[in-house]
C-alpha cells in the first residue's frame, strides 16, 4: 500500500488558460507530479528493505531520493492549490485575507516588494527550481525561499504557503525561454484565499519549534 497519492486537480486541465495551457497542466500533473509520488513511495520502499536487510551501502542516494521526491510532491500539492482561475490580484482585506496582506507588509514593508522579490527569486533559479513564500515560525516573519530542485537552499522549518514552479516542464511548452514572462503571468492565477488559509494554519501552529526566537 503506497504511503502518498497523487491528489485529484482542483480543476478541469483548461482551467488556467490562457496563463497556463491544458497541455501543460495535464503533463504535469498527470506524468511529473505523479513520478514525484511514486518516487517517494519507492525511496521509503527502499529504505524499508536496507533496514530489513541491514544493508546501508545506499543509504546516502536513498536519502537524498526521499528528500527530492518527497519535496517534490509536496511542493506540487500546494502549487495545484495555489492556483485558480478566478485568481489574481493582490491580497485585500475586503475579501477576508487581510491578516495575509498585514503579514506581506510586515515582512516585506509592501505587497510591490513582496512581488518583486518572488518574482526575481523564481525567475533567477539556476537549472531547477522554486520561488517560495514561507511562513518562519521561530520569528513569525513570512520569508521569499528560493529553492534548488525542490529541497536544496532551504531554511529548517519554514511552511511553503505559496509556490511558483520555476522548473522548464512548468513552462517550457508555452513560454520556450521566457521564465520571466511566465513568472510574471503567474501572478493572474494566484489563488488568495488559499494562501490565506496556509498562512493561517501555519501561523497557528507557530510553537512548533519549542524555541525563543
Ligand atoms: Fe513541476
Redesign the pocket.
Known amino acids: 500500500m503506497p504511503v502518498y497519492t497523487l491528489p485529484d486537480l482542483p480543476y478541469d486541465y483548461s482551467a488556467l488558460a490562457p496563463v497556463i495551457s491544458p497541455e501543460i497542466i495535464e503533463l504535469?500533473h498527470d506524468k511529473?507530479?505523479a513520478a514525484y509520488v511514486k518516487g517517494a513511495n519507492d525511496s521509503l520502499e527502499q529504505l524499508a528493505e536496507a533496514r530489513d536487510k541491514e544493508q546501508w551501502g545506499s543509504i546516502n542516494g536513498l536519502e537524498k531520493n526521499l528528500a527530492f521526491h518527497l519535496s517534490g510532491h509536496i511542493l506540487?500539492s500546494i502549487?495545484w492549490q495555489n492556483m485558480s482561475g478566478d485568481g489574481g490580484g493582490e491580497p485585500l482585506e475586503k475579501d477576508g485575507v487581510g491578516e495575509l496582506a498585514d503579514a506581506i507588509a510586515e515582512s516585506f514593508g509592501s505587497f510591490a516588494h513582496f512581488k518583486a522579490q518572488l518574482s526575481k527569486a523564481a525567475a533567477t533559479t539556476q537549472g531547477s527550481g522554486w520561488g517560495v513564500l514561507a511562513y518562519e515560525p521561530l520569528s513569525g516573519r513570512l520569508i521569499v525561499e528560493q529553492v534548488y530542485d525542490h529541497q536544496g537552499n532551504v531554511g529548517q522549518a519554514a511552511t511553503p504557503i505559496l509556490v511558483f514552479?520555476a522548473?522548464e516542464?512548468?513552462f517550457y511548452l508555452q513560454y520556450r525561454n521566457q521564465k520571466v514572462d511566465f513568472i510574471e503571468a503567474m501572478w493572474q492565477v494566484v489563488d488568495w484565499q488559499d494562501v490565506a488559509r496556509r498562512h493561517e494554519a501555519a501561523r497557528s501552529r507557530a510553537d512548533v519549534l519549542l524555541l525563543a526566537p
Open positions: 504535469h511529473h507530479h506540487h502549487y514552479d522548473w516542464h512548468a
